[in-house]
């Protein structure tokens, strides 16, 4: 399995590129900005991208996904509740975050489901709170977590959708039952380190105790 975490544009994003290195294919995980950069990184280690997947529907995650669609003519994937906020973003709002507006989902996901590129399946953690569609995605040893869970600390919830009650629910039903030595791949770099471990969050992340 080929893993790469990348920090892309002024917002502190991580995007991740997740491949099966046997078949070659591959997909991306939140390529806010950057997309360039995503894709040769992809094409360095021979990984088609077929795939465009949102943690969740805001803007700071899905400013790519119209460049990243065009190049690389990959489908994007949503969760079902946050489908209908791609394409929904004001010209004022896209200047602001410097993005394009994204084009609507392909295909559309649900708890439980799984996204496969060659041999390598996530499964879809329905994560919300930070927004209704949030999801987190579970993969051998590793589980990616949007804007979930950060590294020591957790997501907003006062922007429209956001439920502070339901994100911790989402946290304690979802993330924090997987095994304590699965590496959380966050959505932003805003903890001391970019990766951390659901047993660390357990002991260590104040919004957890």
């Known amino acids: 399995m080929f893993l790469k975490q990348l920090q892309v544009g002024h917002m ?23 997309t360039d950069t995503i894709i040769s ?8 991208i077929r795939y465009i997947v949102n943690t969740h529907g805001h803007i700071d995650h899905t400013a790519g996904n119209a ?19 791609l394409g929904t973003y004001s010209l ?19 708890d ?14 329905h994560t919300p709170g930070h927004t209704p569609g ?17 590294i020591g600390g957790v997501g907003r919830t006062d922007l429209p959708g956001g439920s502070w009650d339901v994100l911790c629910k989402s946290i304690r039903e979802k993330l924090m039952t997987l095994p304590d030595d699965t590496v959380v791949l966050p959505g932003h770099n805003y903890g001391g380190t970019p990766t951390s471990t659901i ?11």
Not at 12 to 34: N, R
Not at 41 to 48: C, V
């Open 12 to 34: 502190m994003v991580f995007s991740y590129i997740i491949g099966d290195e046997a078949s070659g294919e591959g997909l991306v995980v939140d390529p806010a900005y950057e």
């Open 41 to 48: 990184e992809a094409k360095e280690n021979n990984i088609k």
């Open 67 to 85: 460049d990243m669609k065009e190049k690389t003519g990959a489908e994007i994937i949503i969760h079902e509740a946050d489908a209908g906020m």
């Open 92 to 110: 004022i709002k896209l200047q602001m975050f410097q993005a394009r507006q994204s084009p609507p989902a392909d295909i559309t996901i649900k």
């Open 112 to 125: 439980g489901d799984s996204i496969a590129v060659g041999d390598v399946a996530l499964k879809v953690l």
């Open 134 to 150: 949030g999801m987190s995605l579970h993969f051998p040893g590793h589980v990616i977590t949007g804007d979930s869970l950060f």
């Open 199 to 209: 047993g660390n969050e357990k002991r260590y992340n104040p919004h957890l105790k």
